[in-house]
């Protein structure tokens, strides 16, 4: 049976949960997106939910944010990832990608659920990590400039993290 979790934001406008397979905050992300909207230590963490299961109180507190992504020629281009936010107190809620419909990827610092610790991380988009970020990267960790091949799921199931 799925996890079910429950966060909330700063201010206590918003609340929610969704069921989650893969409760386990592993992967940190150092892409400027995510350590400006949602990473105060240079890195935000993603977990992911199932989007069937979303329930929100203070929906009418929820802001929505699709950043801008630049690629390497200069050129922006708006990301389809809609990030969610509180308006009253800014906490970076979720982010729904419409390319994966049936997730959500709530960020493990909304989660007032008590989360599993992880026995190891993947620190992702590392190319793009703040000057003064020094990444604490542990003996059985994985680094990635970019994204990995392995998906959150399959991350879980491998580790036999996965909860059906």
Sequence with gaps: MPVTLKGSCRCGRVSFTADSHTPV????????ICRKTAGGGGFAINIMAD?????IEGED????????????????ARSRGER???KGCGT??????????????PFASAIDSDLPMAAEKTHILLRFKA?????????????????????IEDWHRRRGLWID
Excluded: K
């Excluded at 989007?51 to 329930?55: E, F, P, Q």
């Excluded at 507190?61 to 922006?76: K, P, T, V, Y």
């Design 84 to 86: 969610r936010f509180c």
């Design 61 to 76: 507190s929820i802001g929505l944010f699709h950043a801008e992504i630049r690629d390497e020629a200069g050129r922006c």
């Design 92 to 105: 970076a809620l979720w982010v729904y990608d419409p390319a994966w419909p049936e997730l959500i990827h």
């Design 51 to 55: 989007s069937a299961t979303l329930t």
């Design 25 to 32: 905050p592993y992967q940190l992300c150092y892409c400027s």
């Design 131 to 151: 000057s003064w970020v020094e990444p604490v990267v542990g003996p059985r960790d994985r680094s990635f400039d970019g994204y990995p091949e392995e998906s």
